[in-house]
Every structure is written in C-alpha cells, then in structure tokens.
C-alpha cells in the first residue's frame, strides 16, 4: 500500500476526457461497465457487481482488478449451474450459416461441407451498412466498427482499443514522479503492446 497509494492517480473526469473506460475508468470512481450497460452474451443473467474505486491511482487500478477476478469467479460458479439445467445436447443457435458444423460431419455431410467452405472461405454476404459493437475486454471496452457495402468483406473496419487511449495518459500520470513510480504506474495500466499500434 505504502508503494502504490497516490502514485499515478487521474481524476474522473479526466479520465472521461481521454476515453477511459474498463478498470481504470471504474477506479476513479465512475461505474461504468459495457456488460451492464449493454449486455450480450447473457450477461443480463447472471448477478455481478462492478468493482469500483474512488482515487484512480496505482493502488484503486490494484483493488478494482482484484475485484474483478472474484466477480469473474462467481460468474463462472453461475454459469456451471445454468449449464446443469440446459439438455445436454443443445450449445448454439440453429443458423449454421455462420457457425462451423462439427468436423465429422463435414467428411460426411455435403450440406455441412457447403457451410464449412462458405464460413472458413469468407463467402457469407454482409448486408450493407454500419454497426459498432463493443465488449468488456479485461482492460476495457475493446469496441468493432464495421462498415459494409455488401460484399463478403468489410469495406472498412476499425477497433477500438483502450490500451492505446491509456498510453495517451500515461506522459500526464507521471509526470514528476519517480522512475519506480513510472514503473509500477505502467504496470497498473495493464498496457498491452500489440493494441498500442496504430
């Protein structure tokens, strides 16, 4: 606690300001979360709550992850138990246009053999159009914007993701700091290289 209260904090609003969203966004104390405020996959079923801070330093970014992983848990616990109640047999939505049929029957079946090589070959029409969807990625709202002139590819397709709006921050969070602050403040950010490319 001594070495990571106070180190690296950003107020809500700023945080806001820049686009957080995620663990660091709640750890300044706004409760924000995309599976509560747009559920998907069920989310709407289960009961959670939503870690959050008050400081939006190192240590809240510590205590709300921490959180998070309990969370998790009792939503995986909750799952089991939905699990034991469905038939055994039934696992996804009967449009096996856009999920792959299962392997056996592609060496047997001509029709899942057609599903397999339209899905696997990109050859499933996409309506023309925009859409945004986002989900609640463990650094937070990892979002696809996906804009489509018909044809079995995007015409465009962008993603939002949040480690590089955190970078963005991080010159202002540790500004003035020690270089172990810089360290441990970068470390809290769970900033994820691969997503800092633009």
């Given at each position: ?51 959050v ?48 049929p ?26 023309p159009?925009?859409v ?12 696809y914007?996906l ?7 995007p ?5 939002r ?10 010159p ?27």
């Amino acid at each position: 606690m001594e070495r990571t209260i106070g180190v690296g904090p950003i107020a809500a609003e700023r945080a806001l300001n820049y686009g957080f969203t995620g663990p660091n966004l709640r750890a300044t104390g706004v409760d924000y979360d995309v599976r509560v405020t747009t559920p998907y996959s069920s989310y709407q079923d289960f009961d959670f709550t939503i870690p959050v801070g008050s400081t939006g330093d190192t240590y809240d970014r510590f205590l709300v992850r921490n959180g998070e992983m309990w969370q998790s848990l009792s939503i995986i616990r909750q799952a089991m138990e939905k699990l034991k109640s469905l038939p055994a047999d039934i696992f996804h939505a009967d449009v096996p246009a856009y999920y792959l049929p299962e392997k056996e029957d592609v060496y047997s079946k001509m029709e899942a053999l057609i599903y397999h090589f339209k899905i696997v070959m990109g050859e499933t029409e996409i309506l023309p159009g925009e859409v945004y969807h986002s989900v609640e990625g463990g650094n937070g709202e990892l979002g696809y914007y996906l804009i489509s002139d018909g044809g079995r590819s995007p015409y465009r397709l962008h993603f939002r993701r949040p480690c590089f709006i955190y970078y963005q921050a991080y010159p202002e969070l540790v500004k003035g700091a020690m270089l172990s602050d810089a360290i441990i403040c970068m470390s809290s950010l769970n900033l994820i290289a691969g997503e800092l490319d633009a």
